[in-house]
């Protein structure tokens, strides 16, 4: 992890999980899918108008959508957060096992970079930045490549706009709204797939067995609050916030508590800095 002039390095053999992305056979979505025994239909645009009749046709509707057009559609948005992406595949040589991340407000605002690599030979670098339009993020990528001084060849890009936010209620009558599209990904790093899965699961409880899907999700949107901490300290403390965030994180203690450690998580310390953001 780098930002600014500091560098924390974390090792250890189980410090969590890289999921490929995407359409390739080994993708966490094609493995997810070829154990679903269903009917698709894909590439159908759902507009959010027609949902009502949609939930008057079934006993239960999960929508998972990935996106917050149809939450607003019902006025469930508690906040809502866009953010502009661009991702690249890279030549070079990598550990596979090995990511790193840049937190740098001259190209991300208050997001970061990451690069994972593909295998020994490629690598897939990720731009996210926030507060920015669709035009504007050409210029911050090239921002980067020269910041950061990026000699790899280039072999192709692709830009995506992500919207989310943070939904009042996950539950309107018949409706489920899970994943992203229930506001369960966390707006600081971007994590949610796990979350997604999870929340699909308890929203199918929820209609063949009657439990309370709202209760049943409450851990995560607990954590996700406390995360959100995180983003809310770095927009009130400035640039430089990334910087001192980083140093704490590196601290030999702090870090094997973080990383090494079941009692203490990420989300933990998001809970303790509440009070710093109320100051």
């Known amino acids: 992890m780098y930002s600014g002039n500091k560098k924390i390095t974390v090792k250890g053999g189980n410090l969590g999980c890289i999921f490929k992305r995407g359409p390739g056979f080994d993708s966490l979505e094609r493995q997810l899918f070829d154990k679903v025994d269903a009917f698709f239909c894909f590439d159908v645009c759902v507009m959010p108008s027609i949902i009502d009749e949609i939930r008057k046709e079934f006993d239960a509707v999960v929508v998972a959508t990935g996106g917050s057009d149809i939450p607003k559609h019902f006025d469930l948005m508690k906040s809502e957060l866009i953010i502009q992406v661009r991702s690249g ?30 295998n020994e030979n490629r690598a897939v670098i990720t731009l996210l930045a926030d507060d920015i339009t669709p035009d504007e993020l050409d210029y911050k990528w090239k921002k980067m490549i020269i910041t950061e001084n990026i000699t790899n060849k280039i072999l192709q890009t692709w830009d995506d706009e992500y919207r989310g936010g943070r939904l009042k209620m996950n539950q309107l009558g018949n409706l489920y709204f899970i994943g992203n599209a229930g506001g369960l990904t966390d707006d600081f790093m971007g994590f949610g797939i796990i979350n997604g899965i999870i929340s699909g699961i308890f929203a199918a409880d929820a209609i063949v067995k009657r439990t309370d899907y709202q209760k049943s999700i409450q851990t995560i949107l607990d954590r996700i609050d406390k995360i959100h901490n995180f983003k809310l300290l770095a927009e009130k403390s400035g640039k430089d916030i990334w910087k001192y965030m980083t140093g704490i994180v590196g601290f030999p203690g702090i870090r094997g508590i973080i990383y090494r450690k079941s009692l203490v998580k990420f989300y933990h310390i998001g809970g303790l800095i509440e009070n710093l953001i109320k100051e």
């Open 89 to 118: 595949l890279i030549e070079g040589r990598f550990e596979p096992c090995q990511v790193f991340s840049w937190m740098k407000t001259g190209y991300s605002n208050d997001l970061y970079v990451y690069l994972i690599p593909v």
